[in-house]
């Protein structure tokens, strides 16, 4: 027997803009509402957009790379100051996706909406140099705006340039990563390829509730189960006294505050040039056999970037003058997770 309840509109709405975002009809999306639950529907809102960049939000900044002298296009850099995987991590895969770069905003900010992200950092990587910096909002500008920029700044390109964005997600050790490639013209719009999305899980999720919402809200209606993998990865320690050479300073303009707040630092590669720390490198890696020795060959992606990004412990005073020293640097092999491109996660260490 039906009964019969009044449902509130705004339920009613939230179900009909469910269905558009999954390609679901509306009988489908209530059937799905009803065995489900109503909390991971929506909010109902109308025109979705991303918000202004947040308090530790910069960028897109240019680094340029070792340019035509790179090995490869492949050879790309994230500096997630955060990236750090538990011993016993689950990946969740999605299918691909191509999608213009209207669209790719337009998921952005749904998926920005939904809540749950943290921290988050992006690479834009062409073979001469890369936009990289914090934030869902400039990467969408770093999109946008790629190729004009890449233009202005007579950095050589190559067709198959690429993105990687990793966010972290509530829980610790769990993240969000979008991988594509570069916008390319396509009946009059620019069109990114092979889109992807995965999640990063410390164990078997009890439920995937939240990595279902995630996942709808960015266009992708099917998750596939959680299945276990590891990263390579390496490191040093610094001597002490360590200095770097710093380029610039990241500021955070603070409200009632009259002097900007610096929270991260770029300071020039200390391992370019230097194949005596790139094989120490090397010798500490640790990781699974066959992705270890991929990443033994790709050691010298490393030193692709001329500059490195650095995130401050604690942020002091732009007219304070601090003196900064380089404790060292952790990397993580990523390339397994997508199968494409010679890409480490760098997490470098500096304090004042």
Not at 9 to 20: C, M, V, Y
Not at 153 to 180: C, M, Q, S, V
Not at 200 to 216: F, H
Not at 223 to 250: H, K, W, Y
Request: hydrophobic letters at 35%; charged letters at 25%; glycine letters at 6%.
């Amino acid at each position: 027997m039906r009964p019969n309840v009044d449902i509130p509109w705004s339920i009613h709405g939230r179900i009909k803009e469910h269905a558009e975002q999954t390609d679901r009809t509306i009988e489908e999306a209530y059937i799905e509402t009803l065995e489900n639950g109503v909390r991971d529907l929506p909010e109902q809102r109308g025109e979705v957009t991303l918000p202004s960049p947040g308090y530790n939000d910069f960028g897109p900044r240019l680094i340029r790379t070792q340019g035509t002298d790179s090995p490869d296009i492949n050879d790309s850099v994230t500096f997630h100051p955060f990236f750090h995987l538990g011993e016993n991590s689950m990946e969740i895969r999605t299918r691909t996706d191509d999608m213009d770069a209207d669209e790719f905003t337009d998921r952005l900010a749904r998926l920005h909406n939904v809540g749950r992200l943290s921290t988050s950092w992006f690479t834009v990587h062409q073979l001469g140099g890369a936009l990289v910096g914090r934030g869902p909002a400039n990467l969408a500008t770093a999109v946008r705006e790629a190729h004009a920029t890449f233009a202005d700044e007579d950095i050589p390109t190559y067709k198959n340039g690429h993105l990687i964005f990793i966010a972290n997600l509530a829980y610790e050790d769990e993240y969000l990563l979008i991988r594509a490639e570069l916008p390319r013209s396509s009946r009059d719009k620019q069109v990114l390829s092979n889109v992807e999305l995965r999640f990063i899980t410390e164990g078997v999720p009890v439920t995937g509730a939240l990595y279902q919402r995630l996942a709808r809200a960015f266009g992708f209606n099917e998750l596939f189960n959680a299945t276990a993998f590891d990263l390579p990865r390496t490191g040093f320690n610094a001597p002490e006294g360590s200095t770097p050479v710093v380029t610039e300073q990241i500021t955070t303009e603070e409200e009632n505050y009259d002097d900007p707040s610096v929270n991260g630092i770029i300071i020039e590669n200390p391992l370019q040039n230097n194949d005596d720390l790139l094989s120490h490198l090397k010798s500490e890696l640790s990781g699974p056999d066959r992705s270890k020795s991929e990443a033994e060959h790709h050691i010298e992606v490393l030193a692709n970037y001329d500059e490195l990004y650095c995130d401050l412990t604690h942020n002091h005073g732009l007219s304070e003058d601090r003196e900064y020293e380089f404790k060292g640097l952790s990397a993580t092999y990523i390339k397994p997770l997508f199968n494409r491109n010679s890409t480490w996660n760098l997490t470098v260490s500096v304090s004042w």
